[in-house]
């Protein structure tokens, strides 16, 4: 070990001692979480849009399913199941979308999530 480091040990000690502590204890859940007006906005305004944002994820899944090949193309097959669950789509329509791994049911999917609309 370097000389240095072992006569500075307890400047370095002083020094971790200046710096501010994060809490060991993370906020529980039972306590609620004090947002701020703007925080609150964002957060209202995320789940507002979630409904849209699924959908245009849905709309590039297809494009790239349709591109991709080997494992990249499983893991986008996963994806399109848990965007499929998060749009509320029947489990038994995913389930046959998903034996058949044919892109052409995922857009059949969106035109009538685009026809439905909001």
């Not at 370095?12 to 703007?38: C, I, K, N």
């Not at 995320?46 to 349709?66: F, H």
């Not at 399109?80 to 669950?85: A, E, F, H, K, S």
């Amino acid at each position: 070990m370097c000389a240095w480091l072992s006569e500075n040990n307890s400047d370095r000690e002083q020094l971790a001692e200046s710096f501010p502590r994060t809490p060991d204890v993370a906020p529980s859940a039972d306590q609620p979480r004090d947002y701020t007006p703007y925080q609150r906005e964002v957060i209202r305004r995320y789940y507002e849009n979630l409904p849209n944002n699924l959908l245009r994820r849905l709309e590039e899944l297809v494009g790239d399913l349709y591109l991709a090949e080997g494992k990249k193309r499983e893991r986008l097959w996963e994806r399109t199941r848990q965007v499929l669950r998060q749009l509320e789509i029947p489990s038994s329509r995913i389930e046959h979308i998903l034996s058949r791994r044919d892109p052409a049911l995922v857009a059949e999917v969106v035109q009538e999530l685009l026809r439905r609309g909001p």
